[in-house]
């Protein structure tokens, strides 16, 4: 049987874009390259959808937030609506406050801004999220409570409050395998 063929041409693209501009850069305490992770929410966005702007956001998803590229940028170059994704996803620093100081708020932000973001704009946002969940839960298994020392916060009732508002805000995603997994990984992590 002969593969379907797909026009991947701005997916790969977005992929080359995101490895140059993560290049050098590791996941934090995690000892591998950083792009590993837009890699792993591409692939969870594929199990939702085949668009390839969605699938284009979740592999450039860091890249404004993480890195030296802009918005113009990625608007540029992937267009307004893969921009807009990717702008959706990235967190929003005050300037002057430390990540630390700042954590409730912007990760309150973001809850808030997820709840009332497109249906396009939340399936990006899983990839992101159960992407970062999967990582949890793996340490988690092997650190413990220890494992919150990797973090600006280091308490986990915060990060319970923080997934669990996530998965409020992506629940409209509750039909998908990749949502029902990110809630089953956030109940093994910070219990019932």
Request: aromatic residues 10%.
């Amino acid at each position: 049987m002969a593969n379907k063929y797909i026009d991947t041409e701005l997916l790969d693209r977005a992929i080359i874009f995101a490895v140059e501009a993560h290049h050098n850069t590791e996941r934090r305490g995690k000892g591998f390259p950083y792009i590993v992770h837009p890699m792993e929410a591409v692939e969870i966005v594929s199990t939702i959808t085949g668009d390839q702007e969605l699938l284009a956001a979740a592999a450039l998803h860091d890249t404004i937030e993480d890195t030296s590229v802009t918005y113009e940028q990625i608007c540029e170059r992937f267009g307004q609506r893969v921009a807009d994704l990717v702008a959706d996803e990235s967190d929003r620093f005050t300037e002057g406050v430390s990540e630390e100081d700042s954590w409730h708020d912007r990760k309150q932000a973001a809850i808030d801004r997820l709840a009332a973001a497109s249906h396009d704009a939340k399936i990006v946002a899983l990839g992101d999220k159960l992407s970062n969940m999967r990582a949890i839960w793996r340490d988690y298994q092997v650190q413990g409570d220890g494992l919150w020392q990797i973090f600006h916060v280091k308490d986990k009732p915060s990060h319970a409050w923080h997934y669990r508002g996530l998965a409020s805000s992506l629940s409209e995603l509750s039909d998908s395998f990749a949502y029902q997994e990110f809630v089953r990984l956030i109940d093994d992590v910070f219990g019932k």
